[in-house]
């Protein structure tokens, strides 16, 4: 992107006061040693937004890449929107493990924590099996979010993977109200009871997967090859991923296209010299809807896990 056009990328304004840029890099399934590579090739063709978590097992990569951009030059640290998740071993150490993030990526706050998964793990637990969960104290994990949001150590906090009555709960009892839940959204799967309802309270969307993260094992339909994104992207001249992610933008939604291919990364970005026409987002609203994330494998279990049920886990929105 030229200078003009990175001045001119968009972000939204969250309820915290602050702005969170329209495109982040997703850095979930990077293949180690690929990761920083991407970062900063990102960062070089515009991308403003990291979006990491301790899960990931890569944020001291993506850290070391972040301090060579700084070194060289390139972007210094307030240019840049750093995310970062609560992983669920963590929900009794939310202060130590928000610095454990920080710690590894190099930076002195972040700019967003998220509750990574409103379920709860041993602290020493390693996978999801029955014997890892312990009890969800939801309340009490967002206390210490909030404390993290007060110290300054996270400018913005919010929530990832939770329905509309999960959120609804939370809001029941929060001081301060998350700015985010991050949650899959792309065309195949347009989130079409939780946007409005997150909408009505103030709280951004952000899309993970929001070209449908077609690599992945539990991608069961290729979002790229649904007939309504290859036609727009014949009809506006551009790729089918292009098509999906200013789908999303259009919505109102920031996105976290994921890829380590230079060519990608920067065209992944390239969503804001072309609209598309209000005729054809009524064509998206046809699509029948379809998860592809549904989580069952890792967080649904009849003994210890809070979700008997694929539906429990999702309250019915799948």
Known sequence: MGKQ?????PRFKLNSGASIPAVG??????????VGKAVKEAVKVGYRHIDCAKAYKNEKEVGDALQELYKEGIVKREDLWITSKLWCTDHNDVEEAL?????RLQCEYLD???????????KDAEGTGPEDF???NIKGTWAAMEKCYESGLAKSIGISNFT????KSLLSHCKVRPAVNQVECHPLWQQKKLWPYLKSEGIHLTAYSPIGSSNSPFADINVLE???????AEKYKRSPAQIALRWNIQQGHS????????DRLASNIELFDFEISEEDLDEFAKIEQHRLLRGDEMWVNDSTSPYKTVEELWDGDI
């Open 5 to 9: 056009a990175l001045e001119a990328m």
């Open 112 to 122: 967003l924590y998220l509750v990574h998964w409103p379920c709860a793990l041993k």
């Open 99 to 103: 610095k454990g993030s920080i710690e």
């Open 134 to 136: 312990v009890p969800l």
């Open 226 to 232: 649904l007939p309504t994104i290859t036609k727009m």
């Open 25 to 34: 890099l997703g850095t979930w399934q990077s293949e180690p040693g690929l």
């Open 255 to 262: 996105v976290l296209p994921k890829s380590t291919h230079a």
């Open 164 to 167: 509309v009555e999960k959120t």
